[in-house]
């Protein structure tokens, strides 16, 4: 069974730092294309990270430069360094596992910056 598990997420002031974590069990984040995703209130869920098998990352327009995805394959882990948080940044972040015929996801972490 494939799960996806998100945590880190909270409540901080703008201008400041959180890291997501994804523990993922049941596929390899290695051999996945990892993302994450987020849906702010009223909106739809955007992408806003990817790491693909050979580790090549893209990023959301709005992120670059403040948020670093990366992996750790030997906890089988997916991380999301969100720093410089800005009160638009607020939203439900999910992660995303996708394999050749199936993708996965996390029941997602609530992240709220105020201004």
């Known amino acids: 069974q494939v799960q996806l598990v998100e945590s880190g997420g909270g409540l901080v002031q703008a201008g400041e730092s959180l890291r997501l974590s994804c523990a993922v069990s049941?596929?390899?984040?290695?051999?996945?294309?990892m993302a994450w995703y987020r849906r702010a209130p009223g909106k739809q869920r955007e992408l806003v990270a990817q790491i693909t098998r050979l580790g090549d990352t893209t990023y959301a327009d709005s992120v670059k430069g403040r948020f670093t995805i990366s992996r750790e394959d030997a906890k089988n882990t997916v991380y999301l360094r969100m720093n410089r948080l800005k009160p638009e940044d607020t939203a439900v972040y999910y992660c995303k596992a996708s394999q050749l015929y199936d993708y996965y996801w996390g029941q997602g972490t609530q992240v709220t910056v105020s201004s």
């Open positions: 049941g596929i390899s984040v290695s051999g996945s294309v």
